[in-house]
């Protein structure tokens, strides 16, 4: 039986991402069914025939972006209650609030998530491990029709974060259990990846078992690692290492591994993680508005000389961070011209990269997403440029990293699907869905008995 074919057509611009990073000008695409069959000049596919045609002359088409850490379940109903200057009551409270949501609000906030991440071009993301009923949120998963990583995050030691704990045995069963249940689900557009929460609240007899569990399960792992400077102290006088280095000395580090945040790191754990062959996600909104230094110490461009794979993610939007990793590219791009007063510093062209075909390197899935090539998935997205920030349009490169943002997301496809057209999602009432989102936010702090007033008086 013959697929379903789509042919995009006569795109401004089409930014393939391919290993010669060619940009196809008045540029056709087919795909049959999810993959992309064809990729060249408009005059080349010309008397190319599909069940359905899109007319993209006024558009840069783009692969579907790749969201290396977001935190999806939990946040949006809760989006913007935090003080800039709450400190370290920050985390306890995120997931003292996560910790009481019901399945059926978890799937309602996770489907205004997923709205919000593909309406602005991400079709790929890592939601690390927060969710607590991801059986109830397959729904959103399915209806919304993204490609999502996901699992269960563990922990074996007592935290003051209010993230759970179990025994070792019992976190290793559940981190079994969950890749065994969702692991390739919804047609392979769902993975479930081995999440212990962070090497601080986890045993080494832990992370030895997910590594285990990791290769026996042929999956990949997650985990936040994220230091202050007196934290990688503090780590060294008890271990003699600093907290990469006794990954590194424990065996948990390799290709498998993507290491989240990545702040704290020094230079010569540049080179352990590059030795390990162990990728980085990093989180420049959350970084930034977390007032951690990353323009000054944060080391990406360190990691990309050293050959490091390193994805860009944004964290959680509870912390008001917008979701959509364009945000991520642009900050990419500018935070590290300005801190090391270089403007050499992560060229647009490499920010781009980020967000797309090296993210999907850093997740070890550039076979299949991350380009716009023959052979892979039709994730792909259209920025409509007859918009103020796209104009005049020479580069389209510069135009996307530095001007735009995903407002001016027109159309994305995922796995050759339409799931935004014209700006708006097809696949829920999106005005109703953020309708439902205040009164489950209002109860969720009413039962956490939360509440952050803001420094201005609402009268």
């Known amino acids: 039986m013959t697929q379903p074919s789509i042919k995009i057509e006569h795109a401004l611009y089409a930014l393939t991402m391919d290993s010669e990073r060619r940009i196809l000008s008045d540029a056709s695409i087919l795909i049959e069914g999810d993959t992309i069959m064809r990729v060249g000049k408009s005059s080349d596919l010309e008397e190319v025939a599909a069940d359905q045609t899109l007319d993209a002359r006024d558009f840069v088409l783009t692969p579907g972006f790749v969201g290396g850490h977001m935190h999806i379940s939990y ?10 200057d709450l400190g370290p009551d920050y985390l306890p409270n995120v997931f003292r609030l996560q910790g009481i949501m019901s399945p059926e609000e978890e799937r309602l906030t996770s489907l205004l998530a997923i709205t919000e991440l593909l309406k602005y071009g991400t079709t790929t993301f890592v939601d ?63 993975r479930a990846w081995a999440m212990p ?50 990954l590194n000395r424990i065996d948990f580090l390799d290709e498998d591994i993507l290491l989240a945040h990545a702040l704290g790191i020094t230079e010569d754990d540049v080179g352990v993680i590059a030795e390990s062959g162990a990728t980085v996600v990093m989180c420049p909104p959350a970084a930034v508005k977390g007032g951690s230094g990353t323009t000054r110490t944060a080391l990406m461009p360190e990691l990309l000389d050293a050959g490091v794979k390193v994805a860009l993610g944004t964290d959680a939007p509870n912390n008001s961070n917008l979701i959509e990793t364009l945000r991520s590219v642009y900050l990419s791009a500018i935070l590290y011209k300005d801190g090391r007063q270089d403007v050499s510093m992560i060229p647009a062209e490499t920010a781009l990269e980020l967000g797309t075909i090296t993210g999907a390197e850093a997740l070890g899935m550039s076979a299949e997403i991350g380009s716009i090539e023959v052979g892979k998935k039709a994730d792909l997205v259209l920025f409509d440029t007859m918009r103020p920030e796209w104009r005049t349009l020479f580069n ?60 201005w008086p609402i009268l």
């Open 75 to 84: 946040a949006h109903a809760t989006r913007g209650i935090f003080p800039d």
């Open 128 to 190: 690390p491990g927060s969710t607590k009923h991801i059986a109830a949120c397959m729904d959103a998963y399915r209806t919304a029709g993204c490609r999502i990583i996901t699992g269960t995050q563990v922990a074996d030691k007592s935290n003051p974060l209010n993230v759970p704990t179990y025994q070792t045995e019992e976190a290793l069963e559940i981190t079994e259990r969950t890749i065994a249940e969702f692991d390739g689900e919804l047609d392979g557009m769902m």
């Open 197 to 246: 929460f962070s090497s601080e609240y986890a045993s080494p007899e832990l992370l030895s078992g997910i590594q285990k569990i990791v290769n026996d399960k042929d999956t990949r792992a997650t985990i936040h690692h994220s230091f202050s400077g007196a934290a990688v102290e503090d780590w060294q006088s008890r271990t003699g290492a600093t907290p990469t280095g006794w």
């Open 396 to 455: 389209p490169v510069n135009n996307l990293v530095y001007s735009a943002d995903g407002r001016s997301v027109h159309t994305v496809l995922v796995n050759g699907r339409i799931v935004v057209r014209d700006h708006k999602p097809t696949f829920v009432d999106e005005r109703e869905l953020i309708g439902q989102m205040q009164s489950i936010g209002q109860s969720m702090l009413d039962r956490a008995g939360i509440s952050f007033r803001p420094r």
